[in-house]
């Protein structure tokens, strides 16, 4: 029986909807003796900026309880320098790539980033990383009493942002969105209103853990960003909900361990889902659950990944 794992992002055609989440993967390289990356549905590079990073200060990261947190600050070396050292190896390796790409406070960042890549053929797909919890923001909030926000917890801002990438570029277009907001669906309709291929949910969640002999944050900058099995739950119920809003595919991350994690986010209603912590872990857990898939489908008698997509009986 063929087991069918083809799916579809805007233009961007996947021979399986396995990819890998941005920041957890490098740019490949780094994993090129742990698995066969020609096998992966597509790579998401770690966000790049227009001008180098350094990112925030150490300590970045710490384990939590079924988690990870970080505050990582988008370390990266800035798009000359991604053009002229990471692109090469990327380039070669035959699958999608998609580039993520964020803004240090100005919008047009995001459009001058993406107008460049628009220019390179071997990129398949933008991702517009509007979502990341771990950098400070030039927009000052209006009153001392805000606090400042990302581009994604304002559906006016997401779509003004998403509306003038898509003025130049006609690469896919899939937007970042955080679970840090009252109502994950009216950001999604806004991103899909101003014209991205899909959406990516879920980013990391806010936290903050504590030494307590110390009395201070185990993380320098006080909060950084949870990820891992402990927001799974919230990932599949925003997905859940997101699925029901809109038409465009959803790619759906947070928390995925093994086969067992990613089917809960296809029946949920993702097209595809990316993994993240889990490459820390163990670096072939996307080899193993694109083995996993087949072998389900196959289980249940299932031809098309796709008929599972949305499939949940409530």
Do not use: H
């Amino acid at each position: 029986m063929g087991i069918n794992l083809k799916v579809k992002i805007g233009k961007l055609q996947l021979n399986n909807p396995v990819m890998v989440a941005s920041g957890t993967f490098g740019y490949a390289e780094e994993f090129k003796d742990f698995i066969d990356l020609k096998k992966l549905g597509a790579i998401v590079t770690k966000t790049i900026t227009l001008k180098p990073r350094m990112g925030n200060p150490p300590p970045r990261t710490c384990e939590t309880p079924a988690g990870l947190l970080n505050s990582i600050g988008l370390e990266n070396p800035g798009i000359d320098k991604f053009i002229q050292e990471k692109l090469p190896f990327l380039r070669k390796i035959g699958v999608p790539l998609i580039v993520s790409i964020a803004s240090e406070g100005d919008s047009e960042e995001f459009v001058s980033l993406a107008r460049r890549l628009d220019k390179i053929p071997e990129v398949s797909a933008i991702e517009l990383n509007i979502s990341c919890p771990n950098i400070k923001s030039n927009q000052k909030p209006e009153t001392s009493n805000q606090s400042y926000k990302l581009i994604s917890q304002d559906p006016n801002s997401t779509y003004e942002v998403v509306k003038a990438v898509r003025g130049v570029t006609k690469k896919a277009l899939i937007t970042k969105l955080s679970p840090n907001v009252t109502d994950i669906t009216e950001i999604a309709q806004a991103a899909e209103a101003a014209g991205t291929d899909a959406v990516a949910l879920i980013n990391t969640l806010m936290g903050m853990s504590i030494e307590v002999k110390a009395g201070r944050p185990k993380i320098a900058m006080g909060t950084a960003g949870l990820s891992g099995p402990a927001i799974r739950p919230v990932a599949v119920r925003m997905v859940w909900e997101v699925y029901k809003k809109v038409k465009i595919p959803i790619i759906g991350m947070g928390g995925i361990m093994d086969t067992s994690s990613a089917l809960e986010f296809f029946i949920a209603g993702s097209s595809a889902i990316a993994v993240g912590t889990a490459n820390f872990i163990n670096p072939r857990t996307t080899i193993e659950i694109i083995s996993g898939l087949e072998k389900y489908l196959a289980r249940n008698k299932i031809k098309d990944i796709k008929e599972l997509i949305g499939s949940l009986k409530i």
